[in-house]
Structure formats: C-alpha cells, structure tokens
C-alpha cells in the first residue's frame, strides 16, 4: 500500500482543500498528548492511495487514512445540505466528522487495543464502545475549548449537537453501507450513536473548566435524542428509503438497543482493567490542565 506523510499527499494529489481539516486532526492530535500526558511513539497521520473509505491505526503509532474518506467528504459536502443552514455549517460538519475518525483511531492506539485484545479473546466490541467514548469525550473537549475562545456566546450544548451531527453522517452514510452484515466489531450505526449520545451528555459543561463527567444530563440527552430523529427523518426522505433501522429501534428502545448496550458496557467493565494497565496514556480520561496550551 503507498501511503504518505499527508502534507506530502496533499501536495502530490493536488488536494489543497484538505489541508484544513488535516491540519485541524493534527492540531488535536497534539492537543491529546499534551492533556492525556501520552507516552508512546510520535503519532502521524498518513495517507493512502486506496479510494475504499477506510481509517486504522498501526501498532507503531502510526494513523492511515485512506482517498476514500475524502472523496466521501467531498461528496458529503456536495451531497448531503440537508442538514444544515448555511455552507460553513456543512464544512465544519465534515471536519468534525473527520476529527472523530481521526480520534477513534488515536484511542485505538493510545489505550492500547491491539494488546488488550490478545490478552482478552471475544472483546472487541468492548475495544470499540472504549474508542468510540474517548473519540466523542475527546473531540468534544477539544472542539469546544477552541469554539469557547473564539465564540464564547455560543453555547456549549450546540458543540455537542454540531459533533453529534458530524458522527451521524459518517455511521449513517458509511459504516452502514461499508458493513451490511454486521461483524464482531464496528456495530450497527443505531447501536453506536445511542452510546455517543449517552457519552455525550454526560459531560459536565455547566464548568467548563473541568468538564467533569456527570451522570447522564436526561435533558442534554433528550436534545440530542430529537436532533438525531430529525436527522434520520430527514435523511430517509432525502434517500427516498421506505424504513429506517434506527427510528424502529429507537420509537422503543427498552426492547432492542438498551439491552444490547448494557451488554457491551458490561463486557466493557471486564476488559477496562486490563485496557488501563496496557494504555500509553494516563489513567482515565484525563481533566484537560486549564494551565496547558490545547490549541
Ligand atoms: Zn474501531
């Protein structure tokens, strides 16, 4: 596989409009070292030449990205305004996306999955829930500390919401597509914004300080729960699809996703000892220092 330092990528493809959100990935990538104290090898993002929509993360610390995501960005860009007002709405949604990717990857390496997973056999679904809550904890933290300096009259329930809808188009759009029969790992798309959402609005963001982790704001999470039907409303009829999996799902959610989730965080509690004593940042997630510069 050919794959490139991204500045280099770009440059060779001619790719200029991505330069902001590659800059902006590695910008939080910085950001998550400084704030989760990380100790391991540098962190790089890559690119590869391959157009099949695809993001993983290497043992050596390395994160590969491949042409299909931005040719699906491209795409969401050009294809997908229904969600949104107005253009800059639409482009700070890919990038947000993107950011996401980029830090369910970093997760992936940093609390050391490829080594949890060898240790403990039949967990990967766990590894996937821990990456998918320290991607949308992280990614939030950092996304709102740079909307906070720059706009801080907006508030901070709609960075969560502006997030959420980021991590929409991609489970919604790709990974359903990409993975039609489900496998071990990446669960259906439904499954997995329940548990963004219930992450989501756990954080504390009355002290933006600290970020404390709360319980689950019922409030903040009926929000985000009526952003995401309407999201999903919107979408089935855009795409012209006669049902839709996750307003199935979710009309009543005791019968289907609360179980099956309460079933991932109980084998999550299981691998979470071990996914701690392996991982190459500091214990938990860690309170960004207010002293330390994250953008
Ligand atoms: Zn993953």
């Given at each position: 596989m050919h794959s490139e330092r991204w500045r280099e990528y770009l440059k060779e493809k001619n790719l200029p409009a991505f330069e902001y959100v590659c800059l902006a990935a590695e910008k939080m990538i910085e950001a998550f070292c400084l704030n989760y104290d990380y100790e391991g090898p540098p962190i790089e993002i890559y690119l590869s030449?391959?157009?099949?929509f695809n993001a993983h993360s290497q043992t050596d610390g390395k994160i590969v990205v491949t042409h299909g995501v931005f040719n699906e960005i491209e795409k969401i860009n050009q294809?997908?305004?229904?969600?949104?007002?107005?253009d800059a709405m639409r482009e700070n949604t890919s990038v947000s996306m993107f950011l996401w990717i980029i830090a369910h990857e970093f997760f992936h390496f940093a609390r050391s999955h490829h080594e949890a997973r060898h240790v403990k056999i039949g967990y990967i679904d766990a590894l996937e829930y821990d990456a998918d809550l320290f991607a949308i904890a992280g990614t939030f933290r950092h996304i709102n500390n740079i909307l906070k300096g720059n706009h801080p009259e907006i508030p901070q329930i709609e960075s969560k919401k502006f997030l959420l809808l980021g991590v929409f188009i991609y489970l919604r759009e790709f990974i359903e597509k990409q993975i039609?029969?489900?496998?071990?790992s990446h669960k259906p798309f439904y499954i997995r914004l329940w548990w963004v959402m219930f992450k989501l609005s756990s954080i504390d963001t009355i002290n933006p300080v600290t970020y404390e982790e709360t319980e689950t704001s019922i409030f903040e999470f009926q929000e985000l729960f009526d952003l995401i039907l309407n999201a999903e409303k919107r979408y089935i009829t855009a795409k012209s699809l006669s049902d839709s999996k996750l307003l199935e799902h979710y009309t009543d959610p005791s019968t289907t996703v609360k179980p099956y989730v309460e079933q991932v965080h109980s084998k999550w509690e299981q691998i979470e000892p071990i996914v701690k004593s392996l991982?190459?940042?500091?214990?938990?997630?860690q309170l960004p220092n207010p002293n330390k510069r994250t953008t």
């Open positions: 030449a391959n157009d099949v294809n997908i305004p229904l969600f949104f007002s107005s039609p029969n489900y496998n071990q991982q190459k940042i500091s214990d938990g997630i």
